[in-house]
């Protein structure tokens, strides 16, 4: 009976009246001399210890019970010993100690089949991989956790593991899922009746808030998690309560009652001897004095923050301690100082990334979180007028996921000369040999960097500056919208009649457009596009060789989505992720792309869908006319079946998909795999995911989507445009052409016919590009820029040998 009093005081966070009864059950053990129950109560006094934030008194508790764990030969009480004592650790920063004795537990739980201690050593391993920035190896734990706590009816267990897989996408960026986690985590505290982990979830789900951008209810759910804290007195949560409560009111830009509550965490963990709370605590104020402007103060308490995190092994403490030690010394004007905290937290910050090691998605998401530090390093290396360094840096946090994959794709290794201080000539020597021209665009605010290379030549330094509105979220993809609405008629669509507003807004799965007439002439006033030609082009039209017919351009952020054919129409134009990518994809041995042998997939066939997507008549027509040119058989309606072009697409040098495409992403509606087993069709049986063609091992030379919304995806910090077209780049494919808006089928036909004849004579893919948008342009139904300007090519430049398939030779 007083066992159970034990664990359901605990359970509830009433500490205190919990080490009354554990001292009590220790007493009792010692009088009748029972060793197991002697080490039990220790056990218990160290974890109500560490709940109140006296760590150390823990820790001697939990060696007491492990000495007496080992004595009596009590395997499962040892490894709960070493648990405990790893959580303790946890507390006191030492993290890799805290593994040490979690590895313990776990290897001790799997030999005598203790599943709850295998679920409770998986969740804390998790908990410490996440704090040392393996966020990776932390989800991973965490989900095993959580399988096991399913499977043995646990839910506190299940309730703790929701959480902490929370806690990790949110160190991730995914607010959203983050949020989904703890919501199911509160809700089981609250079944369960445990306070300290409805107070938890609380605590969490206020952090999540924060990150979201709604300060107002980050409070409400703070405040519910102090006052619980308090209630139950546990003094590490109280403290990072206070501290919570000081970040959201610090984000409301009330700066004296965030440093208020900061000070308060600060001291609450000085007294309980929490030193990652206590390097917390430090970093908070340092951003608080930041935002009043006292930027010596700021310096002072991030570089308390930054010994901790060192002491401790906190590496993403220690990157943002260094980031912000950097930003402090630009309030201060001392550039050259900040570029060293800049570079320092960029290294720190690589370090940890590299630990998510094949991980795209992930790695993706901790670069766009931590992207100030990226830009931070390349902004203030302009500042003191290093510009080569700055291009090199600015490079380096460009595509590096992207650049990851083809490293594995080509089985390369780092080239030792990528984008390092000490090989800037010889970095900056590749770049500009890579094309006669390119310009390197990079975004601080609606200033726009230009970097100038130029074969041969010395890096010329330009900038421009947009005109847009700046209370826009996003003033420069604002700026485009306005543009293509310009060029806005009525609109007809492959399954049905709507404004190229709806569609660019909410996105049609199936259409392609015709828009209004436009002056051809990107410096006329009247072109919408004039604003772009001003900021990026005029600023270097001066540099462009007339003896050079092609520019090559690394856009940034919402400039991917940039029209170029309709804003310089004399050159051909292609674009690349960034330039370290575009340099590795260069020097891929020339026999390691497929030049022969063409997939083409043209109107899948989608009746059996839940909800039917219509036919695409003029999509297999398309197709149809490509095959008749190339002297080869498509893949069209029943037989374009997912299965089958994933099949095909590694063994072709050319690959032309005709078809639905997802408004977001760009990924592919194909025909459905045989053999499903629900009552319709899943995404999975015929949808062409992103990663299902970043497994694809692609050898293909040129990739042309001719599906609506290829051009499309999600702008992450660094990364670029992340939808289906680099999903293509990303699995090996030299090249992609896609197009930026759908237009209407004729033209469509037109534009294909063209370029694949051109393609045919030996063209290279941007020539045949330019030549076709020539040909349109100067046409009489064509010529207007909604037809011809939507196309661009992405990667590098390539020719294709056609050669017919042996089916068709036969």
């Known amino acids: 009976m007083e066992i159970s009093v034990l664990l359901t005081i605990d359970s509830l966070g009433d500490f205190r009246k919990a080490i009354g009864y554990h001292e009590k059950d220790l007493n009792i053990a010692k009088e009748i001399g029972d060793r197991a129950g002697e080490g ?4 218990n006094l160290g974890i109500a210890y560490n709940s109140l934030g006296d760590f150390r008194k823990s820790i001697e508790y939990h060696e007491k019970h492990l000495k007496i764990a ?9 490894g709960k010993a070493h648990g405990n004592l790893g959580n303790a650790y946890f507390s006191l920063g030492d993290f890799r100690k805290t593994i040490e004795y979690h590895e313990k537990d776990l290897k001790i739980a799997k030999e005598i089949g203790d599943r709850a201690g295998e679920g409770r050593a998986h969740g804390n391993l998790g908990i410490a991989y996440k704090s040392l920035g393996d966020f990776r190896k932390a989800i991973e734990y965490h989900e095993k956790h959580l399988k096991i706590a399913i499977e043995i009816g646990l839910r506190a267990g299940e309730g703790g593991a929701y959480g902490n897989l929370g806690v990790a996408y949110d160190s991730l960026g995914d607010f959203r899922k983050a949020i989904e986690y703890h919501e199911k985590d509160l809700k089981i505290a609250k079944e369960i009746g445990g306070r300290a982990g409805e107070g938890g979830a609380y605590g969490n789900l206020g952090i999540a808030y924060n990150s979201l951008g709604d300060f107002r209810k980050a409070i409400e759910y703070h405040e519910k998690d102090l006052k619980i804290a308090i209630k139950t007195g546990d003094r590490a949560r109280e403290g990072r309560a206070h501290g919570n409560l000081g970040v959201a009111y610090d984000s409301l830009g009330d700066f004296r009652k965030a440093i208020e509550y900061h000070e308060k965490d600060l001291k609450i963990a000085k007294e309980i001897g929490g030193r990652a709370g206590e390097g917390g605590a430090y970093g908070n104020l340092g951003i608080a004095y930041n935002s009043l402007g006292d930027f010596r103060k700021a310096i002072e308490y991030h570089e308390k923050h930054l010994k901790i995190a060192i002491e401790i092994g906190d590496r993403a403490g220690e990157g943002a301690a260094y980031h912000r030690i950097g930003y402090g010394y630009c309030g201060l004007g001392q550039f050259d100082i900040a570029v060293g905290n800049f ?10 990334r590299s630990l998510l090691k094949s991980q795209g998605n992930w790695k993706m998401k901790f670069r766009d979180l931590h992207d100030c530090a990226y830009t931070s390093l390349w902004r203030s290396l302009l500042r003191i007028g290093k510009i080569n360094e700055a291009l ?26 990528c984008a390092t201080f000490d090989s800037k000539e010889t970095t900056i020597c590749l770049f500009t040999e890579l094309s006669p021209q390119i310009i390197f665009l990079g975004l601080e605010e609606l200033s726009i960097k230009i970097w100038f290379l130029s074969r041969g030549q010395k890096v010329a330094f330009r900038q421009g500056m947009l005109e847009a509105d700046i209370t826009e979220k996003d003033p420069i993809r604002a700026l485009l919208q306005a543009a293509l609405r310009k060029i806005e008629a009525e609109v007809k669509v492959r399954c049905e009649n709507r404004t190229f507003d709806e569609l660019l807004d909410s996105g049609c799965s199936s259409g392609r ?17 004039r604003p772009f030609y001003d900021a990026v082009i005029g600023p270097i039209v001066d540099l462009l060789e007339s003896q050079y017919d092609e520019l090559v351009i690394v856009p940034d952020g919402a400039l991917c989505f940039t029209p170029w054919a309709a804003i310089v129409e004399s050159i051909r134009i292609r674009t690349v992720p960034s330039l370290t990518s575009y340099q590795l994809i260069s020097s891929v041995p020339e026999g390691h792309h497929k030049k022969t042998r063409a997939l083409l997939v043209g109107n899948p066939c989608l009746n059996e869908l839940e909800k039917p997507l219509p036919n695409l008549p003029c999509a297999q027509e398309e197709v149809e006319m490509i095959a008749s040119i190339l002297n080869t058989r498509p893949l069209t309606g029943r037989e374009a079946t997912k299965a089958e072009v994933i099949k095909r697409m590694s063994s072709v040098g050319l690959i032309h998909i005709a078809a639905h ?7 592919i509606a194909l025909s459905p795999n045989l053999g499903w087993t629900s009552k319709f069709p899943r995404e999975k049986d015929f949808i062409l995911k992103m990663s299902d063609v970043q497994a694809a091992n692609l050898r293909a030379r040129l990739v042309v989507l001719s599906c609506c919304h290829s051009g499309r995806g999600r702008i992450l910090k660094g990364e670029g445009v992340v939808g289906i077209a680099r999903a293509f780049l990303a699995a090996g494919a030299r090249s992609v052409l896609i197009s930026l808006w759908a237009i209407d089928d004729e033209a469509t036909m037109v534009f294909m016919k063209n370029f694949y004849q051109h393609l045919k004579e030996g063209k290279t893919a941007s020539a045949a590009i330019h030549q076709t948008m020539k040909s349109l342009r ?6 207007e820029m909604r037809h011809w300007a939507p196309f661009q090519l992405i990667g590098d430049d390539v020719k294709i040998e056609i050669e017919a398939d042996d089916e068709v030779k036969n």
């Open 343 to 352: 570079v320092s937290a960029v290294d720190v910050f690589n370090t940890v």
């Open 70 to 78: 080992k004595d009596i030969g009590d395997r499962a009480g040892e």
């Open 392 to 417: 090199v840096a600015a490079d380096q946090g460009r595509a590096e996921t992207l650049y990851d994959n083809l490293l594995i794709q080509y089985g390369l290794a780092s080239p030792s000369s």
């Open 778 to 783: 100067e046409s009489e139904k064509f010529s």
């Open 513 to 529: 457009e015709v828009c209004e007439q436009v002056e051809k002439s990107c410096q006329s006033s009247d072109n919408p596009f």
């Open 40 to 43: 039990g109560a220790y056990g």
């Open 661 to 667: 495409g997802n408004k977001r992403t760009g990924e």
